[in-house]
Every structure is written in C-alpha cells, then in structure tokens.
C-alpha cells in the first residue's frame, strides 16, 4: 500500500515535470512567434511609410503635370466649360412644354427625335442626377442609341463628314436676336 | 515484512521524544513553506496570468519613427521619416582595397575613388563610407558580398514633394533636429515622443501650392524678374493655403542650399509694397468718416512736400473722386486722403491691422517690419500709398483679407483649422466699409490698372502695387517690385491671392511696362484659373440663365401672341 503510494507519488512528480517542460517549451515558441510577428509590423509599417512616401512622390503635382503634358491631350477647364447649374443651360423652345407634362420634380431633357430620353431629376440642390424612367439598358446600346443631353441629330451624326467650313458661330446676342426674327416671322 | 518496535525506557526515552517533538516542529515548518509555495504557484498560473498577457502586448506597440510626418490639409504626405542604412567599413578586414573601392565606386558614382581607397587603407578601425544610402545602393552594396562592409541602420528626413512647399518646410539636419519653416517652429512638437503617430496637419494644399510657386516660376522667367513671392489665403480663416517664395530649394538637401534660395521672401523678405497700401488709406478714411464716396480730390498737381515730390504713376490731373483715386491709383488722392485722416488715427488703423508688428506665422522666418520712428506728416502721406513702410506680404495679405471679408482680422496661419476651432476674428471696420471695399476692388480689375486680372466667371477684385526699391539715396526707377492681391469672388470672397516680381523687365507683350498691372495682375489671373476648380468654386458668368430667360420669353410671346 504505502509502495503503491510512493509509485504514485513518483510517477506524478515524473509527470508533472514532463508537462512543466513542454509548457515551458511552447511558452517559450509562442514568445518567439509574438516577437518575431513584433519584428514584422515593424517592418511592415516602415513598408507603409515607404509606399506612402512614394506614392506621395508619384503623384506630386509636378509629376502629374509632366506626365499629363506629355501623354494627355487634356488641358485645364477653362470657366466657360464649367456648368454649376442647370439653371445655367439654356432650354430648347419645346422643353417648357415637356416639363409642364411630367411630374413637378421631373422634367425631359429635349433631345433628338426617335431616341429614348433620359428624365432629369431636379434635386434641392440644383446638382443633376440622371435617372432612366424605363428599364432598358442604355449600357448595352449602340452609342448612338444612347441617351444624352447634347443637342446632335442622329442624321447628322451618322452623315458621313462634311467637307464645307463651318458657319460662323454668333455670339450670344446675334442667335437671340435671329431666334426672335423667327418667331416674329412665324406670327 | 515483520515490525519489531523497539522500547527504550529512561533518560535515553525523554530525549527521544525531544528528538521527535523537534522533527514535528521542522515537518510543520517545511510543510507550511511548501503549501505556500504550492498556493503562490496555483495564484501565478491562474490569476495573474492574464495580467501577464496584458503587459506583454503593452510592449509589443512599436514605434517605427522617431519624428513625427507632415501633411497638406488633405493628409498629403509632406514630411516623413523613413529608414535607412549608412554604410561603413572596417579597414583591417578588407582583404583588397583597389578592389572593393572600385567595386564601391561602380554602386555609389558620387564617391571619388581616390579617397575611397585612402579610407579602406587606413589604419582605423571604423571609417564612414556613405551615409543614408537607397534601398537599391544597399541590395548591391549587399550583393557585392565583401567583408570588412557593415550597414548601421538611422532614419532619414524625406520630403517627397521635392521643391514643392520647401518654404513652409523648412528642413532638418542630418540628426533630425528642425532647422527652418515648420520642422524648427514645432521642433518639440515633431519630436515628442508621445505625439510621433500624429501627423503634423498644416493649412497648406499642395495642389494650389504647385498652381502658385509654377505660375510665378513662369511670370520670372517671362519677364526676366530676379526672385518672386506668393501666397494664397482664406480670407474666412486667415489659413494660408500656399506660400511660395522663389527661387527655393530641395529640403531633401537643404543644408547645401545657397543663402538667397533659402530667404523667405514671402514672411521674412519686408518690402515697400507700394499702392496696395491704397485700400488700407480707403477704408481708413471711410471708417474713421472723413470721407465718404462722394469726396473728392485735386490731383491736378503734385505734391511738393520739402524736397519730396508726390506724383501719379497714371496721371489724370483733375478732381477725383474717392473711387476715382483708388481706381487710377492716385498717389496724390491718397496722401490727401490720409492727411485728412491724421497721423496718430492712420498708426492705430495700421497697427490694429496687424502691419507695425511681425506677423504671428508658425514658421522661424517671419520678418520684422520697418516703420518711420516719427511719424511726421510726410510719413503720413508716403504710406498712404504704401511707401516709407516695409511690411512682409503675409502681414499684407492678412490685412487685405480683413478689408473683404467683412471687417474680421484672422492671424495668417500655416496650421489647418478644424470646424470647432473656428473662432470670429478681432472687427477692424465695418461690415459696410468692407461692402464697398469690395466693390472698389472689383472696379480696379474692371474698369482700372489691373484689367489683366480679370477671370471670366470668378469675379476677380484686387489692387496692384508697384513700388520703386529703395537705393542709395532714393529710389530706383528702373528696379521695380510689382504686386498684385486678388481676391475672387468679390460678390462673397473666399481666396486672396498675392503676387510679388521683384524687378521684373517689361517685354514686347507688356510694351516695356513692368508694373503690377502687367507683371503680377496676370500671374495672379492665371493662379485663379487653375485653383479656382480645385477650390471648389463655381463660376458665375454674367449673363448665366440669361439664355433660359430669353427660352421662356420667347415661349410666352409664341403662347400669348
């Protein structure tokens, strides 16, 4: 009985040891794998920092500009290309009438006949935001299928180009006044 | 197995129990040291193990640098530390020195290779080879795979926008201690350790920086001016959102910058800015009530004050009217106008607005400003159009924003500012005189000396200024500082935009003239164009909606014939 005890005591003691040892052991493995994952944010913030700084670099201003002179044809806006409202757009004669037939906050961009168009919404803001009334998907159409808000003829576009000079543009109060001759004629 | 027992009888029996007793007493002691021992083990694997974990992850937050970045006022990297190896030797492991030197001098070309084997044949035992290489110089250096060559790791100082805002920068030394502009102003602040994660966010927007310090490079060049300065700021908040002195310098390399590049004539150069001192006079005069809009002016005649003559630079030779003086820049109107005034009024105005003391910027190279020390009538009357007064443009700007915002005098600041801390500024005059301040300055790019500045859409207001540089014993006619302060748009400003050419020559487009009006006004014009989309402001042109007026009007007379 008391041998028994002694066995039993020994044999715990042996095991416990053992058990100490491999905790001990993988304390020690888990303390290395937390600074060895230390080592890596370290590095991999000084990553960071380094890709922020090139990045930084890259798309400096000057870099932007010597690449967009050099590979874009795109130049800066001139204010006049600039449009803060549509307020700012001038209506073709027809879209009063378009805009009294829609519903209050919707009026139709007149555009060219044959084609879908394309309801503006007119938020608080002035900010347009267009919005397809039917499902279809403009996406998928052929370009000149597709909804927009410039005034080309289909006829027109498909025409193969001209060779004549264009008309001399009229400034602002030139078209006015012709607009206005018309009307007077059609009276 | 057979017990026997064994009696002992007597005195040899009392000692044996004594013997027993102080067996007991020990066992006791021993067993109580192991309990508690057993129970410490028991507290130290259970409870305090989570303490432990705490402590552990506490130390694992690690710095990567050591000084803190700087940011544009859309978080733009600006300034940054970045890692980086020096390389070094140790000569007496070098097995061939010709070899490695030449090896050395095929990775590194800056390094004269004479003096390289010099080093790498020397007696010492640590020698500098070069310090703060790039990561593609210390992978060849690496590759190279001689011994005796060893890496010391430190931190460098790197401004990826180059040039860009080199000014506002300033830069450090190559221990990482500021040494102008921001980097020495926040010194302490940058290299707190407690504060390193946070960028340092400066009011500076590197787009309209680059808009501005491009523009005036270009306006040196065109009209073969020596230097050029510029700023742009919200007059709603006094943040300055570039500041651009040229020519400038990389603060990647600012200790080998030349003296001149490394003057900031934008807050430390302090300059007679000439008539833009005109819009100052003006509100003066409205605000203190001694004139009014109706007022009027003999210009027909200069000014001969002892041996001093004040003349017009635009002559008109008759009465004018107060718009009138400050439209065809009238010197002769103006030092009238602030004789009316008084000296000790026109001192208190010009100090109220901030022009007799160093503008409070958070950069070292602010200039002091040069101020008569008696303040006689003739003093009166040469600044009123803004001569025997030096003021640097950032004071000049912060006064101008006061004179169109509305009468609110915000301190230049190159910090940004966040909503919360939007505090109104100190009232230097009335939201009234301001209303026609603006209106005055929109008429001098309309109808007066500065019609070059006009932008289509942005309604551009301003004043130019030009200024002959004082030389010995006068001034010289031909050596010119032109300026021009813009602000846009002049219906509810937002941006002033300053531009100083020092000693711009007139071309073949400007027939010779080099003033404000044909150097600066332009420049400024061009600065507009390009900010103004960047800023966020819209162009109103004059005749908007005008075309859907006319739709409507001509749809009603077809409706209602």
Request: glycine letters at 6%; hydrophobic letters at 45%; proline letters at 6%.
């Amino acid at each position: 009985m008391r041998q028994l005890l002694i066995a039993l005591i020994a044999l715990l003691a042996i095991g416990s040891a053992a058990g100490l040892y491999q905790l001990k052991h993988q304390v020690e493995a888990r303390r290395d794998a937390v600074s060895a994952l230390e080592r890596q944010i370290v590095d991999d913030a000084e990553a960071v920092r380094v890709l922020e700084a090139e990045w930084a670099y890259l798309s400096s201003p000057q870099v932007i500009q010597d690449q967009a002179f050099r590979y874009l044809k795109l130049r800066p806006a001139s204010p006049e290309q600039l449009v803060s409202s549509l307020a700012v757009l001038p209506y073709r004669l027809e879209g009063r009438r378009l805009a009294s037939a829609m519903p209050d906050d919707v009026f139709r961009v007149p555009s060219p006949r044959k084609k879908p168009t394309a309801p503006v919404r007119i938020e608080e803001h002035d900010q347009p935001v267009i919005a397809v009334s039917d499902a279809r998907d403009y996406s998928a159409a052929p370009r000149a299928q597709q909804p927009r808000l410039t005034r080309t003829d289909r006829a027109k576009d498909n025409a193969p180009p001209r060779q004549t000079s264009r008309p001399k543009q009229l400034d602002f109060g030139a078209r006015m006044q012709k607009a206005l001759e018309r009307i007077g004629d059609e009276r | 197995m057979t017990l026997t027992r064994v009696r002992v009888d007597g005195a040899r029996a009392t000692a044996m129990e004594r013997a027993r007793q102080r067996l007991v007493v020990i066992a006791v002691l021993f067993g109580g040291a192991f309990l508690l021992m057993g129970v410490r083990t028991l507290d130290l694997g259970l409870f305090r193990a989570v303490a432990e974990t705490h402590s552990l992850s506490a130390s694992a937050t690690v710095r990567a640098a050591s000084r803190a970045d700087i940011v544009d006022r859309n978080g733009v990297v600006l300034a940054t530390n970045l890692r980086t190896a020096s390389l070094y030797a140790d000569p007496k492991r070098i097995l061939d020195p010709e070899d490695a030197a030449a090896k050395l001098v095929r990775i590194l070309p800056d390094l004269a290779q004479a003096e390289l084997l010099e080093k790498l044949r020397s007696s010492r035992r640590f020698v500098w080879i070069k310090r703060k290489l790039s990561p593609r110089q210390m992978w060849a250096v690496n590759a190279l795979g001689l011994p005796g060559l060893a890496f010391q790791e430190e931190e460098e100082r790197v401004y990826p926008q180059g040039r860009l805002a080199a000014h506002v920068l300033g830069f450090t030394d190559p221990d990482g201690r500021g040494l102008a502009g921001v980097e020495h102003f926040f010194d302490s602040r940058l290299s707190d350790v407690t504060m390193v994660d946070e960028p340092l966010r400066l009011s500076v927007d590197v787009r309209v920086q680059h808009a501005l310090a491009d523009q005036i490079a270009q306006a040196i060049e065109r009209f073969s001016a020596k230097a050029g300065a510029g700023l742009v700021m919200d007059v709603r908040t006094g943040e300055l959102l570039a500041l651009a002195s040229l020519p400038d310098y990389d603060p990647n390399h600012g200790g080998g910058a030349p003296k001149d590049a490394l003057f900031n004539r934008a807050s430390q150069g302090v300059y007679e800015l000439g008539s833009t001192f005109k819009a100052f006079t003006i509100a003066m005069a409205l605000e203190t009530g001694v004139a009014d809009l109706s007022s009027r002016y003999d210009a027909s005649e200069p000014i001969r004050v002892s041996r001093f003559t004040i003349r017009d630079d635009h002559p008109q030779a008759r009465m004018l009217s107060l718009p009138e003086v400050f439209v065809h820049s009238s010197n002769i109107g103006a030092a009238k106008m602030a004789l009316d005034v008084g000296a000790q009024d026109q001192q208190a105005f010009l100090s109220r607005i901030g022009m007799l003391r160093p503008a409070a910027l958070e950069i070292s190279e602010v200039g002091h400003p040069l101020v008569p020390e008696r303040w006689r009538d003739i003093a009166t009357m040469t600044i009123s159009y803004g001569h025997g007064i030096a003021v640097s443009p950032v004071q000049l700007a912060t006064g101008l924003a006061a004179m169109v915002n509305g009468g609110d005098l915000f301190p230049a600041t190159l910090i940004r500012k966040n909503e919360d801390q939007m505090s109104s500024g100190k009232r230097v005059i009335s939201e009234n005189t301001s209303d026609i301040m603006r209106r005055l300055m929109r008429l001098v790019v309309r109808d007066g000396t500065a019609k070059s500045a006009d932008v289509p859409g942005y309604q551009v207001g301003g004043k130019t200024g030009t200024a002959e540089k004082p030389a010995a014993g006068g001034y010289a006619r031909k050596a010119l500082l032109s300026s021009f302060a813009g602000v846009f748009p002049m219906d509810d400003p937002r941006y002033l935009v300053f531009v100083l050419v020092d000693e711009p020559k007139g071309t073949k487009a400007t027939w010779n003239f080099a003033g404000g009006g044909w150097t600066a006004a332009p420049t400024v014009a061009k600065i507009i164009l390009r900010i103004a989309p960047i800023l966020g402001v819209e162009p109103q042109k004059e005749d908007d909606g005008l075309f859907q007026q006319a739709a409507y009007a001509i749809e009603d007379s077809r409706r209602h014939p």
